[in-house]
């Protein structure tokens, strides 16, 4: 669920970006998901963030999907769907001011 966001961050800082992007969307996201605690006796900041994140999109439409038979998916798939859609525009938009990496002389030869 983390992969395009974790893909903008490699395309500026390599390889080790995954780990913010793991603290970020992981950390908060799996209390914001309203899975394992109401998400009426959290913060209120992982109320705003419960309307966000893709990690509390995929728990609510799991849950949707077995227990209401899928009355509120769609709004959670737009959530999917905006992640990655800005997703894709900002790669492309990266890769066409900067271009990937070239591949490794070793790498290319195989």
């Known amino acids: 669920m983390w992969w395009p966001a974790a893909t903008i961050f490699v395309r500026?800082?390599?390889?080790?970006?995954?780990?913010?992007v793991i603290a970020v969307l992981m950390f908060l996201g799996v209390p914001a998901s309203n899975g394992a605690m109401s998400i009426y006796l959290e913060p209120q900041l992982f109320r705003m963030l419960h309307e966000v994140l893709?990690?509390?999109a995929a728990v609510e439409s799991?849950?949707?999907i077995l227990y209401f038979d899928a009355d509120?998916?769609?709004t959670?798939?737009?959530t999917f769907a905006v992640w990655g859609v800005v997703s894709l525009v900002v790669v492309a938009s990266i890769d066409r001011?900067?271009?990937?990496?070239?591949?490794?002389?070793?790498?290319?030869?195989s």
């Open 72 to 74: 509120i998916v769609g």
């Open 12 to 20: 500026f800082l390599g390889t080790l970006a995954v780990l913010p």
């Open 54 to 56: 893709p990690m509390p």
């Open 76 to 78: 959670h798939l737009t």
């Open 62 to 64: 799991a849950r949707s």
């Open 97 to 109: 001011f900067r271009p990937p990496r070239a591949l490794a002389p070793a790498a290319a030869e």
